[in-house]
């Protein structure tokens, strides 16, 4: 357990970067009066910081070779990440952050709940138990004190 404690702490400030990114992001929708390209500055910024990793970390470029063994849908992670981003963006001013978030937590608890327990997309398989379905039906019990 105690070798968990850094990536644990980890994940939290990663959770604490997304209620960071929404704010900004809702904030320079407003300063532009676009959500489609404040979503798109977001990503653009993304972009060059990921270019900029990949060059601090000297990853090589895949080859075509490898690219073209891909699955299609392996690329679209792209996508869902613009629609989170573009969601963000209209529902944060109108939900406030917290429920937002409360309501995304619950989504995924939901989803990652179908995902472990039929290895949906390779997620190894954890089957769906009583403890974990309660657990989900708790978030949704703190999204609706977080709304009171």
Do not use: E
Request: proline content about 5%; hydrophobic content about 65%; charged content about 5%.
């Amino acid at each position: 357990m105690l070798k968990l404690i850094f990536p644990m702490i980890l994940a939290v400030a990663a959770g604490i970067s997304l209620v960071v990114q929404q704010a900004l992001n809702a904030n320079l929708r407003a300063a532009l009066t676009s959500a489609a390209w404040s979503g798109f500055m977001s990503y653009l910024l993304g972009v060059i910081c990921m270019v900029g990793l990949a060059l601090l970390l000297q990853d090589p470029i895949p080859s075509v070779a490898t690219a073209s063994r891909i699955p299609w849908f392996a690329w679209s992670g792209g996508l869902f990440g613009a629609i989170f981003i573009g969601l963000g963006i209209f529902l944060v001013p109108q939900l406030g952050a917290a429920t937002f978030f409360a309501l995304l937590i619950a989504g995924q608890m939901f989803g990652s709940i179908v995902f472990d327990h039929f290895g949906l997309m390779g997620v190894p398989v954890h089957p769906i138990t009583a403890i974990r379905v309660a657990g989900a039906i708790m978030l949704v019990g703190g999204v609706v004190l977080i709304r009171m």
